[in-house]
């Protein structure tokens, strides 16, 4: 059963606090402008909220509705919400939110969607299909112009790149969870979790923990309570040194897919097919390949039996790309369809 956290929902009402009295929620809303004005979130946008009612998404959603309130930032707000459907009582996580929502005067929207059965209709992980089934959500409830902010944080960015350290991944999975990505915005991506539930706790602001974050048979989840307090213990500031690292890597991996972009264009035919009579190196040769199937990403294995078909004598092989696509080399030439 998800529990609420120490503290009742701050209570709204018709007379928001004057912007001259100082009020709890004040370091949140300093949290959230700090990350709004590295992002250049401009004043008059229309954000959209994801909300779960999780701590971060609480301090995300008060945070915001202060900034509004002191008209420090004029947004027009709307909160969103996905029942996931994975527990009994999610539909509880749903009523909190709203209730929340509606305490500060916000316009609210939920939805519940069957991730069980997204998850095995479409051959996902429950972790997998629950982002999918979110980002489809906000998606289609955020109007046309406006922007979809989530509560990631400095921690959920840290724990991405070991993840996928951790399977395996190459540069690019290293890159950790993006600041920005197209209309989707993270203003909390540089604070640490630990200090928005102190300011949580000190504003008095209520929040709900799923249990499902605590089930170790979900990787995130013995990342999270395991391996960082781990390396926290071990070099102090580990975090942070994370997300560093993960900045660096996406300048990198940015600037060599603009280098890929290029040998692309310049090996590319007139009638669309790829020319591999002299390979590029194996590292840029991937990323060529990669930029060319497009998303999404072709598997590791099968990248690769591509590779050695382009570069060997045989030709006249077909490799099935996943999603339905196939690469054909004929000639050393390859063509993707």
Do not use: C
């Not at 809303?29 to 946008?45: C, N, Y």
């Not at 974050?213 to 390396?231: C, G, K, Q, T, Y």
């Not at 004598?313 to 339905?324: A, S």
Request: aromatic residues 2%; negative net charge; without cysteine.
């Amino acid at each position: 059963m998800a529990e609420q956290g120490t503290h009742k929902p701050l209570a709204g009402g018709s007379n928001p606090p004057s912007a001259t009295i100082p009020n709890p929620r004040d370091d949140l809303a300093a949290a959230l402008d700090t990350g709004a004005r590295s992002l250049e979130i401009p004043d008059d946008a229309h954000v959209v909220l994801a909300v779960s009612g999780g701590a971060d998404s609480m301090a995300l959603m008060h945070g915001a509705a202060r900034l509004v309130e002191t008209d420090a930032r004029p947004w027009r707000l709307w909160v969103a919400h996905l029942d996931h459907g994975l527990r009994p009582d999610s539909a509880d996580d749903a009523g909190f939110v709203g209730d929340a929502a509606a305490a500060l005067r916000l316009p609210f929207e939920a939805r519940r969607t069957d991730v069980g059965a997204l998850a095995r209709a479409e051959g996902r992980s429950i972790e997998d299909a629950g982002r999918e089934a979110r980002y489809r959500f906000l998606e289609e409830v955020a109007p046309d112009g406006s922007l979809i902010a989530t509560a990631h944080t400095a921690d959920d960015a840290a724990e991405t790149v070991l993840i996928n350290l951790l399977r395996g991944s190459g540069l690019a999975g290293v890159r950790g969870i993006p600041a920005r990505r197209g209309r989707v915005v993270r203003p909390l991506i540089g604070e640490r979790r630990g200090r928005l539930r102190t300011l949580l706790d000190g504003a008095g602001i209520g929040y709900r923990d799923d249990p499902s974050n605590a089930d170790p048979e979900f990787l995130r989840n013995r990342v999270r309570a395991e391996l960082l307090p781990l390396l926290e213990a071990l070099r102090p500031g580990a975090v942070d040194r994370i997300g560093r690292f993960a900045r660096l890597a996406a300048d990198d991996d940015a600037l060599l897919d603009e280098v890929a972009a290029a040998e692309l264009a310049r090996r590319r035919d007139a009638d669309g097919a790829i020319d591999w009579h002299d390979p590029p190196s194996v590292a840029l040769g991937r990323r060529v390949l990669r930029l060319a199937i497009g998303d999404p990403a072709p598997s590791a294995e099968r990248l690769e039996a591509l590779l050695e078909a382009a570069a060997g004598d045989r030709g006249g092989r077909q490799i099935e790309m996943g999603g339905e696509r196939v690469a054909t080399v004929t000639g050393r030439r390859i063509r993707i369809g």
